[in-house]
């Protein structure tokens, strides 16, 4: 119990890095520095080779060869590209939201996923992943990739507080998020025939964290499908571990059985420790005894704070059934 408050207060913490430069040559800058190229686009450098930055900044992807790590970026922020899909941009919840819906008729979809970006990002960032083809066949879906008005989906503190992991949190700004969010998804749901069951919430870190936030302490219902991309529990999820079924669903707002989970995350992950994380989340999955709705239950080998083409894959997989 100790331990995964304390784990809980410092992954609060987590979303700012100090800038330092390895032997080799890696430079970590801060968020407001981040570029284009390898000299200004790693906001985490290692030490375990001579170019190694194991977390890169938003609209960058971790590239790797042998020992090797690097970030390649767009220049700037990409536009979508013409083709077979349609894109549209449109405000909810006073979120910059962008979406893309397979094929030439916008409307023209059974599922819709919702998207939350990491923090300091936008979503734009996922336009990284389209325009490299991870999103694969994406007829019969509509992606919808919002923005949160401060890039961030919580505002975290750096005061000592103690044990209670939640004092680390301006918890009035997960609240906040979380209403935009739910905004954001009614909107959505509504557009596809009122239909729980076609949307899915998925998020990366930050939104990560939003994402299982949303689910078991926010809504009241099951969405088709939740998708945890290296995001450690925020309160009061990361609270339920240790504590007795009857006081960890008094903080839960569903624990429905037909909920429907993805949880994945990398082995070398320095933001969210992988055996702290993972265990959280197994911890809390127990204590609800939701146990038999987590369908996929992934630690990826050597994989850092990032997103990878196979991770885009399996959720494309996890979303279709």
Known sequence: ???????????????????????????????????TDKDDSCLKCGDSSAYDCEYCCPG??????????????SKGPPSPPPGKDTWDNY?????????????????????????????????????????????????????VF????????????????????????????????????????????????????NMYLAGFSEGAQLTSYMQLAKLDYALGGTIVMDGYPLPPL?????????????????TGQDMNWMIYHGEADPIFPVDDTMGAYHDIFDVLGINSTLKVDHVEPGMSHTLIQKEFTTMVDFIRG
């Open 238 to 254: 990361c609270d339920m571990p240790g504590a007795t079924p009857e006081a960890a669903k008094k903080n839960a707002t569903y």
């Open 60 to 73: 960058c992807i971790q590239q790797s060869k042998g020992e090797y790590k690097w970030c390649q970026c």
């Open 146 to 197: 919002p923005t949160s008005p401060n890039h961030l989906w919580y505002i975290s503190f750096k005061n000592g507080c103690g044990l209670v992991g939640d004092c680390a949190y301006n918890m009035s700004s997960i609240h906040e998020s979380a209403d935009r969010v739910a905004t954001l998804l009614e909107h959505e749901k509504a557009l596809v025939g009122g239909d729980s069951s």
């Open 1 to 35: 119990m100790f331990k995964l408050l304390v784990t809980c207060l410092l992954l609060a913490t987590a979303s700012s890095f100090p800038t330092y430069q390895t032997e080799g040559g890696c430079t970590a800058v801060s968020r407001a520095q981040c570029g």
């Open 91 to 143: 405000r909810v919840a006073g979120m910059d939201v962008i979406s893309v819906t397979g094929g030439q008729i916008k409307t023209d979809y059974s599922k819709v996923v919702v998207m939350l970006h990491g923090g300091g990002g936008s979503g734009t960032d996922y336009e990284v992943q389209y325009r490299l083809g991870w999103f694969g066949n994406t007829s019969g879906i509509k992606y």
